[in-house]
């Protein structure tokens, strides 16, 4: 067997069982390091002939769902790379071990856009099967609806292509069905025209949360399908990892996102200026996002995801009550602004072809500096979380674990 295998009495073997949730105790059987297709398919066989399951991975975002690995062997797929983009089609073909930033820069280049993720360093794939809700997906879909071809390794380790013309069903299940129908090696998806976007971030004081988070959610009623918005309160720890500007404080953060010509989106976020003393923004972005508040670098989270109707003042107006959250440390993502619902596609474009939320609400989280010594908040921190939970419920159109 060609893929380099892995044991725990190897050097590296607890830096490649790792997860992007630091708090994630992955325990394999065993890791496997495939470097092409072949080396996938030996390694699925031999699995299956030691009576073992098979999981892939590139980056560990997702990592939870997997439960115990105690009889399975990891598929670290970070050596199945390689990005090609056609230009002249407005395509990109993907290896399963590709990162969106990989692909979003040479894109960009090309006046080319993604509907990639909020951060650079998550894999393409298990984004991409499991959904992939985009900055762009009101207008555009989610990232799973855009694929055009998948190459996987089966349970049986053949190694098979699906499209809309060959395995129709196992094509369409795996656009947004997740990784269980085996293991993916290759992507094919198409790329948007989109040189230039409108986004940034408006920062306001945390005292001034609830009144900004009522104006932004009256705000979001109003907008088009080009905009995404989120709101979020956020308290950004005193560490050196942190941007001296907002280190150690407390803020409500709004953020926008316009796929459509920027002087359109600096007129429609002008009303954002207007709801309180902000202390941040930015404005027109070429080709790749970057949030001034996403993806902080410094360690694990507790999540907690609910998507939901944000049109009642109900939901910032008690999240925001809960000023005892961003003493903890909470950073609490409100939501993606959809006021008339997500963008509707045909049922052949996949699993979650339609979705009609009317926004988001995500990302409940307590980032944990590694190595520190416990506060005594962790009851605290889940009475509260269990609290904002049933303040969201009673909107709740579908809970995501």
Not at 53 to 79: E, F, I, Y
Not at 158 to 179: H, S, T
Not at 254 to 275: F, N, S
Request: net charge positive; hydrophobic share 40%; with cysteine.
């Amino acid at each position: 067997m060609a893929a380099t295998l892995l044991t725990a009495q190897d050097a590296n073997w607890n830096i490649e069982r790792g997860a992007f949730n630091i708090l994630v105790d992955q325990q394999p059987a065993g890791i496997a390091v495939p470097r092409s297709a072949d080396d996938v398919s030996d390694v699925v066989r031999s699995a299956a002939a030691d009576g073992k399951r098979v999981a892939a991975q590139r980056t560990g975002h997702n990592a939870v769902p997997l439960g115990s690995l105690a009889n399975t062997v990891l598929v670290h797929t970070a050596g199945l790379g390689g990005v090609q983009i056609d230009a002249e089609a407005g395509s990109a073909r993907v290896g399963a071990g590709a990162l969106w930033e990989d692909v979003v820069p040479k894109a960009s280049e090309l006046g080319l856009a993604a509907l990639h993720g909020s951060a650079p360093n998550v894999g393409i794939v298990g984004y991409t099967i499991g959904g992939g809700v985009s900055f762009y997906h009101r207008k555009h879909g989610l990232a799973c609806n855009r694929v055009t071809a998948i190459e996987l390794v089966t349970a049986g380790g053949e190694q098979i292509r699906v499209d809309a013309e060959n395995e129709p069903d196992l094509f369409w299940a795996l656009r947004g069905g997740g990784g269980s129908f085996g293991v993916v090696t290759a992507l094919e998806f198409d790329l948007l025209p989109l040189p230039e976007i409108f986004a940034g971030a408006l920062l306001f004081p945390a005292e001034q949360a609830s009144e900004v988070l009522q104006g932004w959610r009256e705000w979001t009623s109003g907008m088009p399908e080009e905009m995404t918005s989120v709101g979020r309160l956020m308290n950004f720890p005193p560490i050196p990892e942190v941007p001296e500007s907002v280190r150690g404080k407390s803020l409500a953060v709004l953020e926008v996102i316009y796929c459509g010509a920027p002087a359109d989106g600096e007129e429609l976020v002008a009303p954002l200026r207007k709801l309180g003393r902000y202390g941040h923004d930015s404005g027109p972005a070429a080709g790749w996002y970057r949030g001034a508040a996403h993806g902080p670098p410094f360690a694990g989270a507790l999540y907690q995801r609910v998507a939901a109707d944000s049109r009642s003042a109900g939901v910032s107006n008690r999240l925001a009550r809960r000023g005892g959250w961003a003493r903890l440390g909470i950073a609490t993502g409100l939501g993606r602004a959809a006021p008339r619902r997500w963008r509707s596609l045909p049922a052949t474009t996949g699993r979650w072809s339609a979705r009609h939320p009317t926004g988001l609400v995500y990302h409940i989280r307590r980032w944990l500096r590694p190595g520190a010594r416990s506060d005594g908040a962790e009851p605290r921190l889940a009475r509260g979380l269990q609290g904002g939970a049933r303040a969201l419920r009673r909107w709740a159109l579908l809970q995501l674990r």
